[in-house]
């Protein structure tokens, strides 16, 4: 009977040592006790004894051996496994690199077939071999991880467990000989293992874990259609208006969000479709700044209805707490409205809202530009005032029909026409001057009671009147609209400084553009477009003439034709949206982040095409440098030699033989210096070209050492060599170590003042040897510690009279080329320490100790 696809589980650790290997044979022996089938396809014990005993009771598959350049390594034995078929295969370390000439270049590849061959495997990894973390965790520790996993193979694990320690536990386990051999400890513990370096580690592993949790969650979610927050973790969303009073609300939220630990903080500021009513864009970019310093996300969203804005974010991020600013309206328009605040906490459901006061509630609102003159809910009630008003004003004037004259009369209702325009705009105003017009006419014009007009100068009056009142009724329409663009226009100014500030601060432009814009308009999807060969008649529904350059959010278009709306950026790029019908008004805005996602698109891509020329304009720079080096640097030693062999040859002279000697003794040390500069040169040209040829093979640092120093001729006076007798053979060509040696050594001479010997060190870390070239110079600067590697660069020397400034530059290649790294150190107390480090030719020791399980 076949088997499904085998589940995968990981031991997820934050270092060396944590205990993942013992928890993985832990589990092992769980499942054998229940009569699950268990063998053990590789397990990296590390000479731990607690480990070790942990392997009795299970079946273990044999190895398989491999022979790489003289020396027998041993492997998972893929084959052996499947062929087995064990209902669970424990598999050791996933990020380990198979020996050259494996099927698979990777570990992880060996379990994906296991897997497939539906057998159970449990893994382990730690957090610095994750792909994504490589350069956070050597920017951290120092040391370059040379062997990773991508981090995809870790997520579609089916359980990922993280093996947590205390850092000063572990260093306590590390000190007590429970991870290393004792003679290792000391050099761990002040190198990878500082506890600095263990608590960074733990927190990121920690932290990848908490992301694989919310991924899980959300996924479960999504699948059970569960809109309801789940308080599985503090989320706290803090609700801004712009206003003065919002510094103290992001921080009061931010204590809130403090209280929990990892609570994440999260601001809102929704921005009306039609203005943003009383915002600052200083105080927006403040507050923005604010929020982000105290560690939480800004983002801005449009609504009309802005509790119903709040909730849907508030609900999209499963948010478990608000934080809103209490009321600054007045009494009077708090019981006409019940306002923002009332209207959100009576909607919140599971969600807790806090009510925060400030000293801005004590101060008068500034009454905003009336933002909704010729919406529809102002037009109804335009034409009520008008059908309603003006009859009712002629029933209140009834009885002062005799007393009060026709002028009067007139005012009054020119004064409701006014009050009709505010309200509801031109039309409804046109309507009750006319409908005033009448009333007017039929009641307080004589003849009274009747549609007819006596006096010549009331008919004037009557039409002034119509006159006056459309007029009023126009301009306050227009102004009515003028403000409603405006403060339309300022709400899409600040969405888009907010969205060009969110670019500039160096996340990706593009993926930040479609998020941005699928954010702020509340979108299903967002997908940037484009199109694929030539254009066709009815390629607008074609999927196949359409690629994804990138897109936001779930369900991307493939082509324009199923988007609810799409923006033409050129001719080969169209922006499709899916989620809803975008309003026209939202056109402008929807093109501007076109526009700008198009420029965004091209600037990417022009920063990789400068990234791949950028090895070109190197290797120009290169060949500049080296000219303008040859011309002095290869002339003045052939100078010299030339002159000696000259002197020598011209018989005119009768050189006593001290002389000949000495002009022997130049041309010798000339010839041997143009030599050595040539060698350099030839070897940096062939390191550059990828072609330096390698004779790797065990070498030990004794016979390798003293032929280096002889090297040095008279400046072997001043170095002093302190060997351990027992130190380990290292994978090296022993030519190119030599050279890495004299380079390091007479560089170090050249630095260290008169009277202080350079002294070179090794010892055995692990399952490398570090050798150390020890000066008590001036030392460098720790941020030229690259650029002393750069060719032709001597800390900003320029003149080049003693070297062309190959000399480190080739060293670090050489050693790199060797699998091993040249990195510089301050010398306690004053001076620079060049460290040599190369992996030990022992098969039994694959791995540096910083990549050991």
């Given at each position: ?500 500030g969110h670019v500039l601060r160096g996340e990706h432009a593009l993926a930040s553009l479609l998020a941005r814009l699928r954010e702020t308009f509340a979108l299903a999807s967002v997908t940037m477009l484009e199109r694929v060969g030539e254009q066709g008649p009815d390629d607008q529904s074609d999927p196949e003439a359409w690629r994804i350059v990138a897109t936001a959010g779930d369900a991307p278009c493939t082509c324009p034709g199923v988007a609810d709306t799409d923006v033409v950026v050129d001719e080969r790029l169209v922006l499709a949206i899916r989620g809803r019908l975008l309003e026209a008004s ?268």
């Amino acid at each position: 009977m076949s088997r499904g696809r085998g589940r995968l589980r990981v031991y997820l650790g934050a270092a060396p040592g944590v205990g993942k290997t013992y928890m993985m044979l832990c589990e092992g022996h769980r499942r054998l006790a229940r009569g699950t089938d268990v063998v053990v396809g590789l397990v990296e014990t590390h000479d731990r004894p607690r480990t070790a005993e942990l392997l009795d009771g299970l079946e273990a598959i044999p190895r398989k051996s491999m022979v790489h350049r003289d020396s027998v390594f041993t492997e998972l034995d893929v084959d052996a496994v499947i062929a087995r078929r064990p209902r669970v295969a424990l598999i050791d370390e996933l990020a380990h690199t198979n020996v050259p000439g494996s099927r698979n270049a990777k570990r992880w590849q060996d379990i994906e077939e296991i897997l497939e061959a539906g057998i159970d495997v449990i893994s382990t990894v730690n957090i610095q071999h994750l792909e994504s973390l490589n350069d956070v965790v050597k920017e951290i520790t120092g040391v370059a991880q040379r062997e990773t996993v991508p981090d995809e193979v870790v997520r579609r694990a089916d359980q990922v467990e993280l093996v947590d320690m205390d850092p000063e536990a572990l260093r306590r386990r590390m000190a007590h000989g429970n991870v290393y051999a004792p003679e290792k400890v000391d050099a761990a513990l002040s190198n990878y293992f500082r506890a600095g370096n263990l608590t960074a580690l733990r927190e990121l592993a920690l932290l990848w874990v908490a992301d694989k949790v919310d991924e899980q969650l959300d996924r479960y979610r999504a699948d059970h259609g569960i809109a309801g927050t789940w308080e599985a973790r503090e989320r706290v969303v803090v609700a801004l208006t712009g206003g003065p009073e919002g510094d103290a609300l992001i921080r009061r939220a931010a204590r809130v969000a403090g209280r929990g630990q990892g609570a994440d903080l999260l601001a809102v500021h929704v921005t009306r479709s039609d203005g943003l009513a009383g915002a600052d864009p200083a105080s927006t970019a403040r507050q923005r700044t604010l929020v982000e310093d105290l560690g939480g996300t800004y983002h801005q969203v449009v609504g009309d209805d802005v509790p119903t804005a709040l909730l849907d974010f508030a609900r999209g991020v499963n948010a478990t707490q608000l934080v809103l600013g209490a009321s600054r309206r007045g009494r009077f328009a708090q019981i006409l409205s019940r306002g923002v605040g009332v209207t959100t906490t009576a909607r919140s459901g599971s969600i807790d809202v806090h009510m925060i006061t400030h000293d801005e509630v004590k101060r008068t609102r500034a009454r905003a530009p009336s933002r909704a003159a010729l919406t529809r809910t102002r037009r109804v009630a335009g034409w009520l005032l008008a059908v309603l008003g003006l009859p009712l004003l002629t029933l209140a004037l009834q009885p002062f029909r005799g007393a009060v004259n026709l002028p009067s009369d007139i005012l009054l209702f020119l004064l409701m026409v006014v009050v009709v325009a505010l309200v509801g705009g031109m039309w409804p105003a046109v309507t009750a001057a006319v409908l005033g017009f009448l009333l007017l006419n039929y009641f307080f014009t004589a003849p009274v009671d009747r549609l007819a007009v006596a006096a010549p100068e009331n008919l004037f009056a009557l039409s002034v009147y119509v006159l006056v009142a459309v007029m009023v009724s126009a301009v306050v329409d227009v102004a009515a609209r003028r403000t409603r663009d405006a403060a339309r226009a300022r709400a899409e100014a600040e969405v888009l400084s907010t969205l060009a500030g969110h670019v500039l601060r160096g996340e990706h432009a593009l993926a930040s553009l479609l998020a941005r814009l699928r954010e702020t308009f509340a979108l299903a999807s967002v997908t940037m477009l484009e199109r694929v060969g030539e254009q066709g008649p009815d390629d607008q529904s074609d999927p196949e003439a359409w690629r994804i350059v990138a897109t936001a959010g779930d369900a991307p278009c493939t082509c324009p034709g199923v988007a609810d709306t799409d923006v033409v950026v050129d001719e080969r790029l169209v922006l499709a949206i899916r989620g809803r019908l975008l309003e026209a008004s939202d056109r402008r805005l929807l093109e501007a982040f076109a526009a700008e996602a198009g420029v965004a698109l091209r600037q990417d891509r022009l920063a990789r095409e400068a990234e791949r020329v950028r090895p070109l304009a190197e290797a120009d720079r290169m060949r500049t440098a080296l000219l303008a080096a040859v011309s002095h640097d290869l002339r003045t030693p052939l100078a010299s030699a030339k002159a000696a062999v000259e002197s020598l040859r011209n018989t005119g002279v009768d050189w006593s033989a001290e002389d000949r000697r000495e002009l022997l003794a130049t041309a010798d040390e000339s010839l041997v210096k143009l030599d050595r500069l040539v060698t350099n040169l030839l070897d940096m040209s062939r390191l550059q070209a990828g072609v330096l040829g390698l004779a790797l093979e065990p070498t030990a640092f004794e016979d390798v050492v003293p032929r280096a120093v002889d090297d040095l001729g008279p400046l072997s006076q001043r170095i002093e060599v302190d060997l351990s007798d027992d130190l380990p053979e290292v994978v090296a060509d022993q030519v190119l170590l030599e050279r890495i040696l004299v380079n390091l050594m007479s560089n170090a001479v050249r630095h260290s003042p008169e009277g202080r010997n350079v002294l070179v060190t090794a010892g055995e870390y692990g399952d490398h040897v570090e050798l150390r070239v020890v000066d008590r110079g001036a030392g460098i600067p720790r941020d030229a510690y690259d650029r002393v590697f750069m060719p032709f660069q001597r800390l900003g020397d320029r003149d080049n009279h003693t070297g062309v400034g190959l000399g480190l530059a080739l060293s670090r290649g050489l050693a790199e080329a060797m699998a091993g790294t040249l990195l510089p150190e301050e010398t306690p107390g004053g001076g620079l320490t060049m460290i040599l480090t190369l992996p030990v030719s022992s098969p039994s020791r694959p791995h540096p100790p910083e990549e050991r399980r």
